[in-house]
């Protein structure tokens, strides 16, 4: 059964959700669920007891962003492209994944990490701008009096001179016509007997050979995910990670660098990603979900959270993101966004907010 998320899953559905997916969606999300509720203190004097013993990690938000070309282009679209609530978003996913990178002892790739996390939601904002198309200058007519007169003179010579033109061109036109008639009328009798010598010739062939078969059809092939638009997909990480391969490319990546931030972008919105899936796809899924939703954030230490949201702010975060997640329910009802909007994304994200 093929992982929902993964590279053969977006290839063969496009991120649509079959009946079965997403029973398996809402499971996994149950469970993880009840695993979150297990985990949380139930505000009792040992809960929080026990909560100070397991007192998060202290690090430094102090990640720099890659300076390698890529990373500055990508920076720049980001920035140009991304509503702020989004790109703030995508920053401080970026720092908690590198954050739980390091808590986690994981070694992955710096770069393509950061450009995975500024493109992850590149597909919740509207379409990129079109170039501008150029328009052709008009020339400014100004009123001259003094030059009616030799424009009336004008005017009236090229009248006269028009309707000789005019009768020359028709009696012309007339003789064209007739030469034109008689040619086509001796083109088709010559056309005619050629054809009726062909067909007797033809005729006489197919009497003496057998019938011959038709060429097997070739079934057509479907296009796959990573070939078709990003519009045709059925979910916005999918289409994310379309449009997100495209930009790596032309931004002159290679093609193994463009597949592993997409292949990241598309399984970001799982209920889980495994590290076989790549340490950057793992990463990405935990930096947006501790970002989103709070998981994993009882692992950082208070003043760590603090610091991530001094340099990224979190404004309109919340409002911004349910606004999008409601626009994809509806359009995508078959997504994983839908999915989890309708077992209460809502209240999970303003339950986050509560504890910040």
């Given at each position: 059964?093929?992982?929902?998320?993964?590279?053969?899953?977006v290839e063969r559905t496009g991120g649509a959700l079959s009946p079965l997916d997403q029973l398996r969606f809402i499971t996994q999300a149950i469970t993880r669920e009840l695993k979150a509720l297990r985990q949380r203190p139930d505000g009792s004097a040992s809960a929080r007891s026990r909560s100070a013993d397991r007192a998060g990690a202290v690090l430094t938000a102090d990640?720099?962003?890659p300076g390698t070309p890529i990373a500055r282009h990508i920076t720049a679209y980001a920035t140009a492209h991304l509503p702020d609530p989004l790109f703030q978003h995508s920053l401080r996913s970026w720092i908690w994944a590198c954050m739980l990178g390091d808590l986690d002892h994981l070694t992955y790739d710096t770069e393509r990490l950061y450009v995975a996390a500024l493109l992850h939601d590149i597909?919740?904002?509207?379409?990129?701008?079109?170039p501008p198309t150029q328009t052709t200058r008009t020339t400014r007519t100004t009123w001259a009096p003094w030059a009616t007169r030799a424009?009336?003179?004008?005017?009236?010579?090229?009248?006269?001179?028009?309707?000789?033109?005019?009768r020359t061109a028709r009696t012309t036109w007339a003789t064209r016509m007739a030469e034109a008639t008689r040619a086509t009328r001796a083109t088709r009798m010559a056309e005619a007997a050629r054809a009726t010598q062909t067909t007797r010739v033809t005729q006489t062939t197919e009497a003496t050979q057998p019938p011959q078969q038709p060429p097997p059809q070739t079934p057509p092939t479907q296009p796959s995910a990573r070939s078709k638009p990003g519009r045709e997909a059925y979910c916005f990480a999918v289409q994310g990670a379309t449009i997100a391969r495209q930009l790596v490319l032309d931004a002159g990546a290679s093609?193994?660098?463009?597949?592993?931030?997409?292949?990241?972008?598309?399984a970001h919105f799982n209920i889980t990603v495994p590290t076989s899936w790549g340490a950057e796809a793992h990463l990405l899924h935990a930096g947006t979900h501790l970002d989103a939703a709070g998981t994993r954030r009882s692992e950082l230490a208070p003043s760590t959270v603090a610091e991530v949201h001094t340099r990224a702010p979190r404004t309109d975060f919340t409002t911004h993101f349910l606004t999008a997640m409601q626009q994809e329910a509806t359009t995508h009802p078959t997504s994983r966004a839908a999915i989890l909007w309708?077992?209460?994304?809502?209240?999970?994200l303003r339950r986050h907010d509560q504890h910040l």
């Open positions: 059964m093929v992982a929902i998320g993964s590279p053969t899953w990640q720099l962003p597909a919740l904002t509207n379409p990129p701008p079109t424009t009336r003179a004008t005017q009236t010579t090229r009248a006269t001179r028009g309707a000789r033109a005019t093609r193994p660098y463009a597949d592993t931030v997409a292949d990241a972008i598309a309708h077992l209460g994304m809502p209240r999970t």
